[in-house]
């Protein structure tokens, strides 16, 4: 298990856990989603909020957006 903490999220990786490849992401004690690394794209209904957003694409999960980059 892997876990990265930042800006309020927690990130949290299993080893062996099934595809697509993905993140676990708790805000305090609660699961509030999971983000898809492959596709690049939410999972669970998880609402990407500009700051989630932000922490995804610093910690390296996501990818900037070619727009976002300006």
Excluded at 13 to 37: F, L, M, S
Excluded at 41 to 54: F, I, M
Aim: glycine residues 10%; aromatic residues 10%; proline residues 3%.
């Amino acid at each position: 298990m892997g876990k990265r903490k930042l800006a309020g999220f927690i990130f949290v990786t299993y080893k062996g856990d099934h595809r697509p490849y993905h993140i676990h992401i708790r805000k305090g004690r609660k699961e509030i989603g999971r983000w898809d690394i492959e596709n690049q794209a939410p999972l669970d209904g998880l609402e990407v909020t500009e700051k989630l957003r932000k922490a995804l694409v610093k910690l390296g999960y996501a990818f900037e957006a070619e727009n976002d980059a300006n």
